[in-house]
């Protein structure tokens, strides 16, 4: 089931839902994944948007089967339009994770609050990010909270030209290797297109990742590239003038 449209003016929703039984062969067999979003403006500046999406796995909770995780993800915020082409955003994400199955007993929550400025004008425009999390071990009564950083930066210096860089750091502190909302790296990359016709353009981009593991001491730290190039092209077909 997927829909996407404005029912009501100036209101946006996007509503999906998907169910696979245990006996389906094909992709994502005995699975569920179910979504809606809402987004609609409070005034001329300021946008409201909400959403919230659930998945299941092992419907049945087959043990044979392994785990069965029941996760939920509820997201809200606003986001104010500011003079000379500045923005602030304010959200707030909070995820729930069980295990239905009987021989696993695990319980994570995450809360998290984001607040994001940038500017989006001419050949230049950038973004930072702030994100503070707190993670609940329930079963261990545990709670670790750490903080995260972005930013982000994209120029055209020429006719169909841009060029991107982007970055991430942050401190985590808790010892369950499990999480969604917190990340647990450090990164840096950056990006090139050229865009020599409407339809058609190249691009190259390259991310560098640093990731290593307070909860696990013995386990090494973890440097990885990744490089990517390709061509994208759009053909439109139009279709064939029906005859009256």
């Known amino acids: ?36 979003s809402v987004a609609f403006p409070l005034s001329r500046r300021l946008r409201f948007n909400v ?11 087959d043990e044979q089967r392994g785990s069965a995780p029941r996760e939920d993800l509820y997201r ?8 000379w082409q500045w923005f602030v955003a304010l959200h707030y994400d909070f995820f729930d994770r069980a295990d239905s199955a009987p021989a696993i007993a695990r319980r994570l929550r995450e809360h998290s609050t984001r607040l994001a400025a940038g500017r989006n ?12 999390t707190r993670v609940e071990n329930v079963f261990r009564r545990r709670n670790y909270s750490s903080w995260n950083y972005d930013i982000s ?14 970055g991430g750091f942050g401190d985590h502190e808790q010892e369950w290797g499990e999480r969604y909302l917190l990340r647990q790296k450090r990164y840096f990359g950056g990006s090139v297109r050229w865009q020599w016709t ?18 696990q001491p013995m ?26």
């Open 121 to 132: 004008s001419g050949p230049l425009s950038y973004r930072l990010e702030a994100r503070r």
């Open 51 to 61: 959403s919230c999406n659930r998945y299941e796995r092992n419907l049945e909770s």
């Open 219 to 244: 386990r090494e730290r973890a440097e990885t590239d990744h490089y990517g190039a390709g061509w994208l092209s759009l053909i439109h077909i139009s279709e064939p003038t029906r005859p009256y």
């Open 76 to 83: 809200g915020g606003v986001s104010m339009k500011l003079p």
């Open 198 to 215: 409407t339809n058609s353009s190249v691009y190259g981009n390259y991310r560098r990742n640093d990731v290593d593991y307070p909860d």
């Open 153 to 166: 930066m994209t120029c055209r210096p020429g006719r169909g030209l841009f060029l991107s860089i982007s």
């Open 1 to 36: 089931l997927l829909y996407q449209g404005s029912p009501f003016k100036a209101v946006d929703i996007v509503l999906s839902s998907r169910r696979s039984d245990p006996g389906f062969s094909g992709r994502n067999s005995d699975s569920a994944r179910h979504a809606l």
